[in-house]
């Protein structure tokens, strides 16, 4: 039989008949044309273990790997930890001498793991960021950026003055922001218990002592988780992002706070799709107070194209020079 050597499509089809149906067999490492029959590929290389393994128990037991990398362990989770043990790995008994070696060994490997500035605060600083960061179910890319900024934080000595709750709560903050699912100063406050001026200043020194681009809070951030703890359908999404869309067209949105924005728009969608939800519940969700859920309503009217609102739905809104609400201008006195 001739034998050939036939290179590989980038494309994945067949170099021969040009068809897809390409598969890889397993058991014989080929890459094989299931059309014509071509063997495209051989003698690959098996990218699983070199065990079997049919139970969990037995899987974990012939694994050889240790847990992923993480910035906020010592040497980014890759050094080898002495553990406190009275036996070995095949089951015998460590001599009591051998167990006084190996303790010194352990308390001089904790002390040079804890050597670089801030490595001291890093068990505190863990615990601190896994509260934050459950208490606000954020997702696990969120907190590994977050981890990141801590270790920045840490190397730069922002625990100096500064308590490790704050610097966690700051940093999840601005991992927030960069990853698109923000969270407010005040539910960072409720979570680890501290004021929300501190965890602000904390923020801003982060901020200038390593700088990375936070972009800027948006209302249309908001939009998705306040719609789902609200229990509203997708058509109040989409006609609240609508509204914010032509906001932020007009140029107007930047000088307005997000979460009061986004909470207005939900409303006004919520009062034209025909699920209302009441003003004090939106505004507790969002954050803000009913005043500015009301003011912030008069100033998106403008702003709501095609949508009507019912009759008896619309607030009354503040008159105030700053609302964009069409007022009837004043007879002069006589």
């Not at 920045?152 to 100096?160: D, I, N, Q, S, T």
């Not at 009062?271 to 505004?283: F, N, P, Y």
Request: glycine residues 6%.
């Amino acid at each position: 039989m001739d034998e050939r050597h036939v290179e590989a499509d980038d494309s994945g089809l067949c170099p021969e008949c040009r068809s897809s149906r390409v598969f890889r067999d397993e058991v014989r490492g080929e890459l094989v044309c299931d059309s014509c029959g071509l063997v495209i590929g051989e003698s690959s290389l098996e990218e699983g273990p070199e065990w079997s393994a049919y139970s969990v128990e037995e899987n974990e037991r012939l694994s050889r790997v240790g847990p992923p990398r993480s910035p906020l362990t010592g040497s980014a989770g890759l050094t080898t930890v002495i553990p406190a043990a009275y036996r070995d790995g095949r089951g015998r008994a460590i001599p009591a001498r051998s167990r006084q070696t190996f303790y010194r060994m352990r308390r001089l490997q904790r002390s040079l793991g804890s050597s670089k500035p801030g490595e001291r605060s890093l068990p505190q600083m863990i615990r601190a960021l896994n509260q934050v960061t459950a208490s606000l179910g954020v997702p696990m890319h969120v907190k590994d950026e977050a981890a990141v900024l801590c270790r920045r934080a840490m190397e730069h000595r922002l625990l100096h003055g500064r308590s490790v709750e704050a610097v966690a709560a700051a940093a999840v903050y601005a991992a927030c922001r960069i990853d698109r699912v923000p969270r407010t100063f005040d539910e960072l406050a409720k979570a680890t218990q501290v004021r929300r001026k501190t965890i602000a200043q904390t923020y801003n020194a982060l901020l200038l002592a390593s700088p990375v681009p936070v972009p800027q809070a948006r209302a249309a951030d908001y939009i998705q988780r306040f719609c789902s703890e609200l229990g509203v359908s997708n058509g109040v999404q989409t006609e609240s992002l609508r509204m914010l869309k032509a906001l932020e067209d007009a140029g107007e949105s930047p000088s307005l706070s997000p979460p009061g924005t986004a909470a207005a728009a939900i409303y006004i969608a919520s009062l034209t799709c025909g699920e209302r939800r009441a003003q004090r519940r939106i505004a507790r969700v969002a954050g803000v107070s009913e005043v500015t859920l009301r003011n912030r309503f008069g100033y998106m009217r403008p702003f709501m194209g095609n949508l009507e609102l019912p009759k008896g739905r619309a607030p009354k809104t503040p008159a105030s020079p700053l609302l964009p609400v069409d007022a009837p201008e004043a007879s002069p006195e006589p």
